[in-house]
């Protein structure tokens, strides 16, 4: 009977760590090579960190620089940004992402678009601290107040020339 | 030989649950969001507006429970309130939500009906100010 659950219980210790081998060589923690590609699917917090926090940054920077062709483009994909997220997570934790857009960052984005047709820096940095402030009261209702966005005091961007070319 | 059956039996949902562990892992999502929600009932959202559409901040609203019990609170910065499930077993459509503040009136609450019946969605009812 000893033998018999001797060869049960090294049976099943083999089964097991013949099955961990396995996975180790065709999956890790990141997944498995040989599978089909999953569709790309991300989620609201890393929908914020490419498509909107690096475009506030660079719609800071130009408009900063009073590089307004840059900052019409940037201001424009920041837009575009929120509209894709809204899209792809239309809501979060139950909430309505279009409508927490909408009341958070739909005026102040007008009012950049104003002062950035308008050349007028005083008005654009007024507007970009409306947004920024948009920001944080929606993390704020989406109870993720301790993401704290501020205007940018430097460029995180070593790569890109912000200052407008004569 | 029971004993024997269960430890086979036992190894086997092991070799099992691994699979299935790293099968999860494996999913499609990207930067999965935390999700803390809990399933007391749903719970009530919204916005307080004035009558131009512009969200109203530091409005007192309040949401009660037919002749039973009120819940006080106020809109935030994004004029947006919260308040959490009355329990799985309210209905609710007994609840009832009301805006105030000061130089304003009501003007209209509105309920938005969702076709979604994901517990996690909240009620959602829009209440409009209008300047005295």
Request: with cysteine; proline share 6%; net charge neutral.
């Amino acid at each position: 009977m000893s033998k018999i659950v001797s060869s049960l219980i090294a049976f099943a210790a083999f089964i097991t760590v013949a099955a961990w081998s396995g996975r180790s060589v065709a999956q890790t923690q990141f997944g498995d090579a040989d599978a089909q590609p999953a569709p790309f699917n991300p989620q609201m917090a890393a929908l914020m960190s490419m498509l909107i926090q690096p475009r506030h940054a660079k719609l800071a920077l130009a408009g900063h620089a009073e590089n307004w062709p840059l900052a019409s483009y940037a201001l424009k994909e920041l837009r575009q940004g929120f509209v894709v997220a809204a899209r792809a997570v239309p809501r979060w934790k139950g909430l309505p992402v279009p409508d927490l857009f909408d009341a958070a960052v739909d005026q102040p984005l007008k009012l950049i678009e104003a002062a950035v047709k308008l050349q007028y820096k005083r008005q654009f940095d007024e507007a970009f601290g409306r947004l920024t402030e948009g920001c944080n009261a929606c993390h704020a209702t989406t109870d993720h107040a301790f993401v704290v966005i501020k205007v940018p005091s430097a460029s995180a961007f070593p790569n890109q020339d912000f200052e407008t070319k004569r | 030989m029971k004993f024997a059956m269960r430890l086979t039996a036992t190894a086997a949902a092991m070799v099992l649950a691994c699979g299935l562990s790293a099968a999860w892992a494996g999913g499609a999502g990207f930067g999965d969001d935390d999700d803390d929600s809990d399933e007391a009932g749903p719970s009530y959202f919204g916005f307080v507006r004035d009558s131009s559409g512009a969200t109203v901040p530091n409005a007192k609203v309040t949401v009660s429970l037919k002749n039973r019990i009120s819940i006080v609170t106020r809109t935030d910065a994004l004029g947006t309130y919260k308040v959490p499930g009355f329990g799985r077993e309210t209905d609710p459509k007994d609840i009832e939500v009301s805006c105030d503040k000061e130089g304003y009136k009501q003007l209209r609450v509105v309920r938005r009906s969702s076709p979604s019946t994901d517990p996690k969605i909240p009620v959602e009812t829009e209440c409009t100010l209008q300047r005295i």
